[in-house]
Nanobody, 128 residues
């Protein structure tokens, strides 16, 4: 079993920055994918960014086109924490952001239904 706890949400003006954290605990595997999803108001959950990890090493990342060049996914092995650095935020980035994990790699396309482990989410609101 894996437990994921997000933090770092809040409100920011357009053009601002925030960093989300996802602290992981529980079972570990050699190969897995950790990802960030978001769910805008009244819309379906969508992929934001993902990282494939072999043991403790980042072996690849992927980003949604809408966040490329603005968001960065990273991790701190010592803290068992995944991050999402979000720069140049836009009102359309307003959503509940979720951390998720699965014990196989992600390809460039991945769906929420592919992930069995989820955090509870954290709200990001970007005002214009």
């Amino acid at each position: 079993q894996v437990q994921l706890v997000e933090s770092g949400g809040g409100s920011v003006q357009a053009g601002g920055s925030l960093r989300l954290s996802c602290e992981a605990s529980g079972s570990t595997y050699n190969s897995f994918c950790m990802a960030w999803f978001r769910q805008p108001p009244g819309k379906e959950r969508e992929a934001v960014a993902a990282m494939n990890i072999y043991q403790t090493k980042n072996v690849g990342t992927t980003y949604a086109d809408s966040v490329k060049g603005r968001f960065t996914i990273s991790k701190d092995n010592a803290k068992n924490t995944l991050y999402l650095q979000m720069n140049n935020l836009r009102p359309e980035d307003t959503a509940v952001y979720y951390c998720a994990a699965r014990f196989r790699y992600c390809s460039n396309e991945y769906l929420p239904t592919d992930f069995p482990h989820w955090g509870r989410g954290t709200q990001i609101t970007v005002s214009s």
